[in-house]
């Protein structure tokens, strides 16, 4: 039987997630879709030990970029948490499954990562390291939840700007790439994937194309410029569990919660999708 999702269950951030310890996952998690970018790294995750920081920077190569132990004398230096990453370190905690998984996003898809750190920079060069507007809001809601989706289709975006479901996760629209998840970004909701069934939501950028690499590099490419991310209403609610073979349980009554695929908010208008040039 399908039960109703809660608060927590319905997106990260509403509540502070505790992660299971590393002995109490069950590795079967790590084949969910949500990581299939990262099958690369599997040992990493699936390893009974964690990595030492001179095994990530070893196995993981981020050019220009070093992972380093997030520790009080590091933290002395009084820098901001993304200008160490501008510097070119990462400040990354032990035995943290949300710093591992920021780890294999920066390796995996290094172009958006480099265009978040630096426009976060350019916000905090203008407005200190203690304050936050709502660039930086986007930029973080991005990094901590965010997916690329590659749409083709325009009855399938019609369907995602009013939030009628049924349509959006339609099966067919998915087996024929009218609509794909082409980047996962959000390390926190890898973290939250590892708790099986859980129901999260990303916050997604949507391109108009076909080509899942040229996507990903136009959503780095407007970040970078300043283009997109400047507010958090640009990004778009995906429930994640809705995609087809993403959960387990997805009957007509799976698709009725109305507390996880939830109507359109009254006034509720989505920005344009990215366009790549040739589409």
Known sequence: MTTAPTASD??????????PLRGQVDPRCFDHPLFADFHDFEALMRSAEWPRIDVLNALLRVQEKCFVTQDDALLDDGLHYEQRIAQGRIATRA????????????????????????QQC???????????????????????????VRVR???????????????????????????????????????????????LVGKCLVVVGDDEVACVAAVAAAIEGGALLVDP??????????????HAAQDAAFYQLTDYFRPLREGRVYPPPLRLSRS
């Open 122 to 148: 350019r916000h905090i060069a203008v407005i200190g390291a203690s304050q936050r507007n709502r660039a930086q809001a986007a930029l973080t809601q991005f990094d901590e939840t965010g997916l690329i």
């Open 95 to 118: 035995q943290s499954w949300h710093d591992l998984f920021n780890a294999l996003v920066w390796a995996r898809h290094p172009v958006i990562k480099r265009a978040l750190n630096a």
């Open 233 to 246: 209403a640009e990004l778009r609610p995906l429930p994640l569990a809705g995609i087809p073979q993403w």
């Open 153 to 199: 289709d325009a009855d399938v975006l019609a369907a995602w700007d009013r939030h009628d479901w049924s349509a959006l996760f339609n099966p067919d629209g998915w087996r024929a790439g009218d609509i794909a998840v082409c980047a996962v970004i959000g390390h926190a909701l890898m973290e939250q994937a590892l708790l099986p069934d859980r129901l």
């Open 10 to 19: 319905a997106g990260v951030g509403r509540r502070r997630f505790i992660a």
